[in-house]
């Protein structure tokens, strides 16, 4: 049973986990509250809770239910717990405050959907670029796949929606915006957002502490580069 107190509302998913939805739409302040209340609660290191994921208006909290104290209701001890996080939360996370630089090649070969964006929006494709390497980008969540962030910020003249066709194959590095957000590709998977460029950056890498490039919380600045930086970064 879903259980609510001021400015949030908490239900079960599943058998062990939870999930407290604070908005149901984008909102970029809430959101930035979440990465700090995330943080508030792995501070608390509660021995039940095993993982704290803060997605775009909610915040998933996942338990194992062995080790959850007798006689002890998850949800109403995730009601307090985020009460009081809530109550000293900082905006700090492991991404604020860092600005990450993500070089992007715009070439058409790169770029499959570029020309049509730019139809769409009524703007060039040099303007189109122009407007999405301006600064003012933020990590919003992490998820569909391994290391793939959600980045909020997009110029709202660019915000188009999903390709009506996904393609079974966008490769890995791929820019790609929907939806007033921009989506970078962690490896090659289907996708169905429009893709106008590519960064020669590893965005995923298991072989790398932390694996993803990007964090809940990171500020992005996307620079623009030719195909001879493309390809020189690529050989690093």
């Given amino acids: 049973m879903a259980a609510t107190r001021k400015g949030f509302s908490i239900f079960?998913?599943?058998?062990?986990?939870?999930?407290?939805?604070?908005?149901?739409?984008?909102?970029?302040?809430v959101n930035a509250r979440l990465q700090g209340l995330a943080e508030a609660v792995r501070a608390k290191r509660v021995?039940?809770?095993?993982?704290?994921?803060?997605?775009?208006?909610?915040?998933?909290l996942h338990f194992d239910p062995a080790r959850v104290p007798a006689g002890l209701d998850p949800v109403e001890a995730a009601e307090d717990l985020l009460q009081d996080c809530l109550r000293a939360v900082s905006r700090l996370s492991r991404g604020r405050g860092v600005l990450l630089e993500v070089p992007v090649?715009?070439?058409?070969?790169?770029a499959?959907?570029?020309?049509?964006?730019?139809?769409?929006?009524?703007?060039?494709?040099?303007?189109v670029v122009r407007?999405?390497?301006?600064?003012?980008?933020r990590v919003l969540m992490m998820g569909f796949a391994p290391g793939q962030p959600y980045i909020g910020g997009l110029d709202a003249a660019l915000a188009v929606p999903r390709r009506a066709t996904p393609r079974m194959r966008v490769p890995a590095g791929s820019i790609a915006i929907a939806n007033a957000q921009t989506a970078?590709?962690?490896f090659e998977i289907s996708g169905g957002w429009n893709v106008i460029?590519?960064?020669?950056?590893?965005?995923?890498?298991?072989?790398?502490?932390?694996?993803?490039?990007?964090?809940?919380?990171?500020?992005?600045?996307?620079?623009?580069?030719?195909?001879?930086e493309y390809e020189r970064q690529c050989r690093l």
Wanted: net charge negative; proline share 9%.
């Fill in 12 to 29: 079960p998913l599943g058998d062990s986990a939870l999930l407290a939805e604070f908005s149901t739409r984008l909102d970029l302040e």
């Fill in 197 to 228: 460029g590519r960064t020669p950056l590893k965005v995923f890498d298991v072989t790398r502490e932390p694996a993803a490039l990007f964090a809940p919380g990171m500020n992005v600045r996307f620079v623009v580069i030719d195909r001879n």
């Fill in 105 to 110: 090649c715009y070439d058409a070969e790169f």
């Fill in 131 to 137: 407007r999405h390497a301006a600064p003012g980008h």
């Fill in 47 to 60: 021995p039940w809770i095993s993982d704290i994921v803060p997605a775009l208006g909610s915040l998933a």
């Fill in 112 to 127: 499959p959907d570029l020309a049509e964006v730019a139809g769409q929006v009524k703007l060039s494709m040099g303007e």
């Fill in 184 to 186: 970078v590709y962690p």
